[in-house]
T-cell receptor
Framework: AQSVTQPDIHITVSEGASLELRCNYS??????LFWYVQSPGQGLQLLLK??????LVQGIKGFEAEFKRSQSSFNLRKPSVHWSDAAEYFC???????????FGAGTILRVKS | SQTIHQWPATLVQPVGSPLSLECTVE??????LYWYRQAAGRGLQLLFY??????ISSEVPQNLSASRPQDRQFILSSKKLLLSDSGFYLC???????????????FGNGTRLTVT
């Protein structure tokens, strides 16, 4: 069964600074990988997804993520953080054929001005 | 375009009272539907999913039940709420099982349930 670990519960960065949120997954076969963002009191919005091909994936709102099979990682990055990026971010892993989508525990991003 | 509606947004209920949360999807047919519960620091826990009318699968034993009376309607219920049922409940849909690469999960805005 697949699993996801997001090692950082909280991260605080200054506005304009770069950001990297960590995600490690465990899955024996080819994974689907996703990053979702959740604003307070809201549902989750898909930022980006990866299945195959180019290991650097571009998403919405200026986010990107890099898949590293050797490290079982799918870290989310943004070169310059905006105050509106403050939210909770979830990494998720799924299987190719109708298996569960498993979410990490989330990382809360705080942006200080 | 597809939209998902979930209500109410917040709910405060006494212990032992019944529960009914509703979720509807527009703009698509035969979606896969899901109920998740979110607890602080624990990510999202899948409670129920449905691949068609009247077809419900439960992922965890609990005090809750789900029903799908219509193609695009998914209801989460309880006969008697417990304190431990408090949480943030999210409905989601996808065009494929569990949210594939080509059809990821799309979430509603959630319901904050407080059982007192």
């Amino acid at each position: 069964a697949q699993s996801v670990t997001q090692p950082d519960i909280h991260i605080t960065v200054s506005e304009g600074a770069s950001l990297e949120l960590r995600c490690n997954y465990s899955y024996g076969a080819t994974p689907y990988l996703f990053w979702y963002v959740q604003s307070p009191g809201q549902g989750l919005q898909l930022l980006l997804k990866y299945f195959s091909g180019d290991t650097l994936v571009q998403g919405i709102k200026g986010f990107e993520a890099e898949f590293k099979r050797s490290q079982s990682s799918f870290n989310l990055r943004k070169p310059s953080v905006h105050w509106s990026d403050a939210a909770e971010y979830f990494c998720a892993v799924g299987a190719q054929y109708g298996n569960k989508l498993v979410f990490g525990a989330g990382t809360i991003l705080r942006v200080k001005s | 375009s597809q939209t998902i509606h979930q209500w109410p947004a917040t709910l405060v209920q006494p212990v032992g009272s019944p529960l009914s949360l509703e979720c509807t999807v527009e703009g698509t047919s035969n979606p896969n539907l899901y109920w998740y519960r979110q607890a602080a620091g624990r990510g999202l826990q899948l409670l129920f999913y449905s691949v068609g009318i009247g077809q419900i699968s439960s992922e965890v034993p609990q005090n809750l039940s789900a029903s799908r009376p219509q193609d695009r309607q998914f209801i989460l219920s309880s006969k008697k709420l417990l304190l431990s049922d408090s949480g943030f409940y999210l409905c989601a849909w996808s065009g494929d099982s569990f949210g594939s690469y080509n059809s990821p999960l799309h979430f509603g805005n959630g319901t904050r349930l407080t059982v007192t």
